[in-house]
């Protein structure tokens, strides 16, 4: 062979090595960005979770207060309905007509118990348990 043959060869023989590790940057450059595409696909999926359980902790937080607004609103109702009857027991009637004596409780807004005495009553009309 010839020095030209020889140079010839060397030359393409470079080339060819040039061409293989372009293509080998390119492959590695190409790996590299599959890489980074990866850590990017799971930083998105990572915060899209991080969204989702944000969104599902409120809506939970939330059904959360409404039944608790539920409970106060039967509280306020159950309070309502006491003080509706408590307002028709402000009159005491007596079993039966007649002048009063004593009176044992006389404050106004005193607590009165069950079967507690609060007046003496003498009755208008005299009806006898026992005729003779």
């Known amino acids: 062979?010839?020095?030209?043959?020889?140079?010839?060869?060397?030359?393409?023989?470079?080339?060819?090595?040039?061409k293989k590790i372009s293509a080998e940057n390119k492959v590695a450059?190409?790996?590299?960005?599959?890489?980074n595409t990866k850590i990017e696909l799971n930083s998105v999926e990572q915060e899209y979770d991080e969204k989702i359980n944000k969104a599902?902790?409120?809506?939970f937080q939330s059904l959360g207060q409404i039944?608790?607004?539920?409970?106060?609103?039967?509280?306020?109702?159950?309070q309502v309905s006491?003080?509706?009857?408590?307002?028709?027991?402000?009159?005491?009637?007596?079993?039966q007509d007649g002048q009063i004596i004593q009176a044992n409780k006389a404050g106004i807004g005193e607590i009165i118990k069950e079967g507690e005495d609060l007046l003496t009553i003498i009755p208008k009309?005299?009806?006898?348990a026992v005729e003779m």
Do not use: C, F, H, W
């Not at 450059?29 to 890489?35: E, K, M």
């Not at 539920?70 to 306020?76: H, N, R, T, Y």
């Not at 009309?125 to 006898?128: E, G, H, I, V």
């Open 56 to 59: 599902e902790s409120e809506r």
């Open 29 to 35: 450059q190409t790996q590299q960005d599959l890489a």
């Open 82 to 95: 006491n003080y509706t009857l408590r307002n028709g027991m402000y009159y005491i009637l007596a079993p």
């Open 1 to 18: 062979m010839t020095d030209l043959t020889t140079l010839t060869l060397a030359e393409a023989r470079d080339a060819l090595k040039a």
């Open 125 to 128: 009309s005299k009806q006898y």
């Open 67 to 78: 039944e608790n607004n539920k409970g106060e609103v039967a509280k306020l109702e159950n």
